[in-house]
């Protein structure tokens, strides 16, 4: 199995997308819009993957946290809310908050589970600061650190019921950040002290089964490499001081913030200490390229995977995906 996770070029597999993922064997894959159309050609896609594969647990991950980022959507299915909306309502009624986030992920993950996707990039533990970048701020939990982690739980926690798992994003923190990694490198310059704030969140939930890189630079850590490419950070950031040891994965290799090719840009990822990279675009030279320069997935990640994955065994699905969105819409109707 190779420590990857690749995206798709369509609504169904090509031929020659089907004799590759076969013959290289990655590790999952993950879906996006032009993936997209019904239910029933999501559930015969994510089916095929699953049965290319040979194992029933592949993850099959997607981006659905609701607002602007959501890659399934109406009329087909319901529209959810961003982050911002539990940190509103927090302001007034704090456990009313958590239980909305909560409920409202255990819907999502409902949604998901019924067309076979198992892995949603949920939750963001970015702690805000007044200058973050709006690709941030505009989907984020708010800006006090315990609030984050505990409606951060709360999420992982509902989409553990909804037969799916969460993985938290994007360590050490993406806060500090002032421009769009889709676009740019950042470089925080805050102090080891300041970034305390940012680690806050990550180190309340070390726990989680799965986590994200940031491709950032932090300056008072390795002023060199960005987190996705620093043994430093990763290492001694992310599992030493945050105490992660869950499967770890890197933001789309393929952002602009990062130099290379993503051949290139996957090695350095694996080297630093990252499980998993991340390549979503479905393009194939891209796609063979990493998959001839990186080496089979290690034990011990393969290890983190299996445990990740083993949080949602034989657990079926549960609530009702109308009756949850109206509780939700409820609590949020205090805000």
């Not at 995206?7 to 004799?19: P, V």
């Not at 805000?128 to 982690?149: F, K």
């Not at 987190?227 to 290799?253: E, H, K, Q």
């Not at 993503?262 to 390229?289: F, S, Y």
């Amino acid at each position: 199995m190779k420590p990857v996770i690749y995206g798709l070029s369509g609504l169904s597999l090509t031929a020659d997308e089907r004799a590759f993922f076969r013959d290289a064997d990655p590790a999952g894959y993950i879906l996006f819009k032009r993936n997209v159309a019904t239910r029933p050609q999501l559930l015969a896609l994510t089916s095929e993957l699953r049965a290319l594969s040979g194992r029933d647990d592949v993850p099959i991950l997607i981006d659905q946290e609701g607002g602007r980022v959501a890659r399934m959507g109406p009329p087909e299915w319901p529209a959810f809310p961003a982050g911002p909306a539990f940190d509103a309502l927090y302001e007034t009624a704090p456990m009313s908050a958590i239980e909305a986030a909560r409920t409202n992920a255990q819907a999502i993950a409902l949604m998901l589970a019924e067309v076979g996707i198992n892995v949603d990039c949920l939750p963001l533990l970015d702690v805000c600061q007044p200058d973050t970048t709006p690709a941030i701020a505009t989907r984020a939990l708010g800006s006090e650190p315990m609030r984050v982690a505990a409606m951060g739980r709360a999420i992982i926690e509902g989409l553990r019921r909804g037969g799916v798992v969460g993985v938290m994003k994007h360590m050490p923190g993406h806060g500090r950040a002032i421009v769009d990694t889709h676009y740019h490198l950042p470089t925080v310059i805050a102090s080891d002290a300041a970034l305390e704030i940012d680690l806050e969140p990550f180190r309340a939930l070390s726990d989680a089964p799965m986590g994200m890189t940031s491709h950032i630079v932090f300056e008072a850590w390795d002023a060199a490499r960005p987190a996705t490419l620093s043994p430093i950070i990763v290492n001694d950031i992310i599992r030493g001081r945050i105490g992660f040891d869950g499967l770890l994965m890197t933001d789309d290799i393929d952002m602009k913030a990062l130099a290379g090719t993503p051949g290139e840009k996957a090695v350095g990822a694996l080297a630093a200490g990252c499980d998993i990279v991340l390549d979503c675009w479905g393009r194939m030279d891209e796609m063979t390229e990493i998959a001839n320069l990186i080496s089979d997935m290690p034990q011990i990640s393969r290890d983190r995977l299996d445990r990740a994955m083993a949080t949602i065994a034989g657990q079926a699905p549960e609530g009702d995906v109308a009756a949850l969105i109206a509780k939700r819409d409820a609590l949020l109707a205090v805000a």
